[in-house]
């Protein structure tokens, strides 16, 4: 059954992301310049775990059951977990609330400052570092709009 499951989820890989290929190939150059960069990649590892599955069906499954840090006490593995999904959480909220050209450089900031917890100048040279990148790259290189935030949208800044 765990092999049927996998081809099937293989299968379905393989459909939605060479969907995805074939649509984007009637938009202009920017849009389908994301949904090529993944889909064609996304296409080919499917097909390779689903034909790497084919070749070797004697191969069994590895399984792993989930476990926290064995040389710690599960207390505070189970802390650290919750703080990390914590931080992804606040860096989607942010997004939803500032859009993403205010969150990356804020979730930088925040976490170098408050988790590292690294000196003031580090953490902001880190932020303005990565604003720059995020800004030049995606803004100025590849013209990507980003959405507006839910804050500015209220606001009516955006």
Do not use: N
């Amino acid at each position: 059954m765990e092999r049927m499951s996998s081809r099937i989820l293989g299968i379905a890989v393989m459909l939605v992301s060479g969907a995805a290929v074939v649509i984007a190939m009637d938009w202009p150059l920017k849009a389908r310049l994301f949904p090529i960069a993944i889909g064609i990649p996304v296409f080919c590892m499917a097909a390779a775990e689903l034909v790497w599955g084919m070749l070797r069906p004697d191969a069994r499954l590895a399984t792993m059951d989930f476990r926290f840090a064995e040389h710690l006490p599960s207390k505070i593995a189970a802390r650290r977990t919750a703080i990390a999904i914590g931080w992804m959480l606040g860096f989607l909220a942010g997004i939803a609330l500032v859009g993403f050209p205010v969150a990356v450089p804020l979730m930088v900031f925040l976490y170098a400052k408050l988790q590292g917890p690294e000196p003031w100048g580090l953490s902001l040279a880190l932020a303005v570092g990565v604003w720059a990148l995020f800004y030049g790259v995606f803004d100025r290189l590849l013209h990507l709009p980003f959405p507006a935030g839910w804050i500015q949208a209220w606001l009516g800044l955006a």
